[in-house]
């Protein structure tokens, strides 16, 4: 493979892995803040001790978030030196703005988020913990404003010529809110939210099929499929608001997404399938007029295929980014129907009654996570072969002076490392989850609701 390839795989794996963090940072913030509140308004012990266990959890998730996440920036220099120059002024005005909005109120916070039970008051606990949840909302703001330049660029001007030509911002918030910035910071938002419930029911889920901290288990699970439930529905909204923004602004990439082809006023819209590149057919269930209808609300109106644009600006992995696209589409539905489904067994005090359910919650944890994922490998991968869009060619913000073994080598590199974390990281979670919330052999002794000897019975 050539030296391109191999940098766009080597930031890929990289940022992948980054990417399991943040959004369970972002989600089990949430989490800690709902539970947190509870147990202001309610004086519930219970959600006290919910709140520290799930503290617990986001320290492991927010570190290792931090030590994967600077890897990436030293990589813009190293194997993407020519980007680095063009995109340099966008990028060092979002990073700069994440530093003083987010990474400060993260850090201004953390610790008294972490350490301040019991030694600062209540209140001031809780609103630390809103802090550090806030500030992880904002770091990703930033985060995605920077990559929405790249899809949809605005508020700037090019200057300089050939290899000395970089963007220039000439209006700061034209740039921040570029055509594509506000659709995708709330579908990243939710996406990480979801992705943080279904790791607090999974959790629970498991508890309660293990006949452990059942009662604390039950609050929250509600708590966590209330959230689930709700940003599993928004995201339908903000997943279409975003496919039209792509229908508008990238073309292309729309024409990536569905596979297809040929301009059609009844462009139709795929299921599932396959695409067959060299006979430029996709395989699978469609619903005729399909896409029309979703992009332009009416079944005959004019989609434009990929035929219709240069051979040299289409994606050069279509049928991936096909089915990249169409299984995070698969999972959001899911996630309606499984959490729709227990907010209705809820309703009917049947929550809890189905083993089979719990444990379809307890495996269901992984797939927000893919979801995710292939969100943004089809993000990624159907703006190629630009890295700006329209401006950028990914091939000409390479550094040139990087060589194919010095990419392979560092992959080897962070592949061992990165797999050396992330069981690191799977330990230390197994270890916080089997240890539970509290002690369960001190129950007698528990503080968590005076005179239930039984409470968990």
């Given at each position: 493979?050539?030296?391109?390839?191999?940098?766009?795989l080597?930031?890929?794996?990289?940022?992948?892995?980054?990417?399991?963090?943040p959004?369970?940072?972002?989600?089990?913030?949430?989490m800690?803040?709902?539970?947190?509140?509870m147990?202001?308004?309610?004086?519930?012990?219970?959600?006290?001790?919910?709140a520290?266990?799930?503290?617990k959890?986001?320290?492991?998730t927010?570190?290792?978030?931090?030590?994967?996440?600077?890897?990436?920036?030293?990589?813009?220099?190293?194997n993407?030196?020519a980007?680095?120059r063009y995109?340099?002024?966008?990028?060092?005005?979002?990073?700069?703005?994440e530093?003083?909005?987010?990474?400060a109120?993260?850090?201004?916070?953390?610790?008294?988020?972490?350490?301040?039970?019991?030694?600062?008051?209540p209140?001031v606990?809780?609103i630390?913990?809103?802090?550090?949840?806030?500030?992880?909302?904002?770091?990703a703001?930033?985060?995605?404003?920077?990559?929405?330049w790249?899809?949809?660029p605005?508020?700037?001007?090019?200057?300089?010529?050939?290899?000395?030509?970089?963007?220039?911002?000439?209006d700061f918030?034209?740039?921040?809110?570029?055509?594509?910035?506000?659709?995708?910071v709330?579908?990243?938002?939710?996406?990480a939210?979801?992705?943080?419930?279904?790791?607090?029911?999974s959790?629970?889920?498991w508890?309660?099929?293990?006949?452990?901290?059942?009662?604390?288990?039950?609050?929250?699970?509600?708590?966590?499929l209330?959230?689930?439930?709700?940003?599993?529905?928004?995201?339908?909204?903000?997943?279409?608001?975003?496919?039209?923004?792509?229908?508008?602004?990238?073309p292309?990439?729309?024409?990536?997404?569905?596979?297809h082809?040929?301009?059609?006023?009844?462009?139709?819209?795929?299921?599932?399938g396959?695409?067959?590149?060299e006979?430029q057919?996709?395989y699978?269930?469609?619903?005729?007029?399909?896409?029309?209808?979703?992009?332009h609300?009416?079944?005959?109106?004019?989609?434009?295929?990929?035929?219709?644009?240069p051979?040299?600006?289409?994606?050069?992995a279509i049928n991936a980014?096909?089915?990249?696209?169409h299984?995070?589409?698969a999972?959001?539905?899911?996630?309606?129907?499984?959490?729709l489904?227990?907010?209705f067994?809820?309703?009917?005090?049947k929550?809890?009654?189905?083993?089979?359910l719990?444990?379809?919650?307890?495996?269901?944890?992984?797939?927000?996570?893919?979801?995710?994922?292939?969100?943004?490998f089809?993000?990624?991968?159907?703006?190629q072969?630009?890295v700006?869009?329209g401006?950028l060619?990914?091939?000409?913000?390479?550094s040139?002076?990087v060589t194919?073994?010095?990419v392979?080598?560092?992959?080897?590199?962070?592949?061992?490392?990165?797999?050396l974390?992330f069981?690191l990281?799977?330990?230390?979670?197994?270890?916080?989850i089997?240890?539970?919330?509290?002690d369960?052999?001190?129950?007698?002794?528990?503080?968590?609701?005076?005179?239930?000897?039984?409470?968990?019975?």
């Amino acid at each position: 493979m050539d030296v391109e390839i191999l940098s766009r795989l080597q930031f890929a794996f990289t940022i992948s892995f980054h990417y399991i963090y943040p959004p369970l940072s972002i989600g089990i913030g949430l989490m800690m803040v709902l539970m947190e509140g509870m147990y202001m308004r309610t004086k519930d012990k219970q959600y006290e001790q919910l709140a520290r266990f799930w503290t617990k959890i986001f320290a492991i998730t927010f570190g290792l978030g931090v030590a994967t996440g600077i890897v990436m920036e030293f990589e813009f220099g190293t194997n993407w030196a020519a980007y680095s120059r063009y995109v340099g002024d966008v990028f060092g005005s979002a990073l700069a703005a994440e530093g003083i909005f987010a990474f400060a109120l993260e850090s201004g916070f953390l610790g008294v988020l972490l350490f301040g039970w019991n030694r600062v008051k209540p209140i001031v606990h809780f609103i630390a913990t809103i802090g550090v949840w806030l500030g992880s909302m904002f770091s990703a703001v930033w985060i995605v404003v920077a990559n929405s330049w790249q899809q949809t660029p605005a508020g700037f001007t090019i200057v300089g010529e050939g290899l000395s030509a970089r963007a220039e911002i000439t209006d700061f918030w034209a740039m921040v809110f570029n055509p594509s910035s506000v659709d995708r910071v709330l579908h990243v938002w939710i996406g990480a939210l979801i992705a943080g419930a279904f790791l607090v029911m999974s959790v629970h889920a498991w508890y309660l099929l293990k006949g452990r901290y059942t009662v604390i288990s039950k609050k929250a699970f509600k708590i966590a499929l209330s959230v689930a439930a709700i940003m599993s529905i928004l995201q339908l909204v903000t997943g279409h608001s975003s496919a039209s923004g792509v229908a508008e602004n990238q073309p292309a990439k729309l024409a990536t997404f569905e596979g297809h082809y040929n301009s059609s006023d009844q462009a139709d819209l795929y299921l599932f399938g396959w695409v067959d590149h060299e006979n430029q057919k996709v395989y699978g269930p469609y619903v005729p007029g399909g896409l029309s209808f979703l992009i332009h609300n009416d079944f005959n109106t004019e989609v434009k295929g990929l035929n219709d644009f240069p051979e040299d600006e289409i994606p050069d992995a279509i049928n991936a980014v096909f089915q990249f696209y169409h299984l995070m589409v698969a999972f959001g539905v899911y996630f309606i129907g499984l959490t729709l489904l227990g907010v209705f067994l809820w309703w009917r005090g049947k929550l809890f009654d189905h083993r089979w359910l719990l444990w379809v919650f307890v495996f269901s944890v992984i797939l927000p996570q893919l979801a995710n994922q292939f969100g943004w490998f089809s993000a990624e991968m159907g703006r190629q072969p630009w890295v700006v869009y329209g401006l950028l060619r990914t091939a000409d913000a390479l550094s040139v002076v990087v060589t194919a073994n010095q990419v392979v080598f560092s992959l080897i590199m962070f592949t061992l490392i990165y797999a050396l974390l992330f069981v690191l990281f799977l330990y230390m979670l197994n270890k916080k989850i089997q240890a539970g919330p509290y002690d369960e052999s001190k129950i007698d002794n528990s503080p968590i609701q005076e005179g239930m000897v039984d409470f968990y019975k």
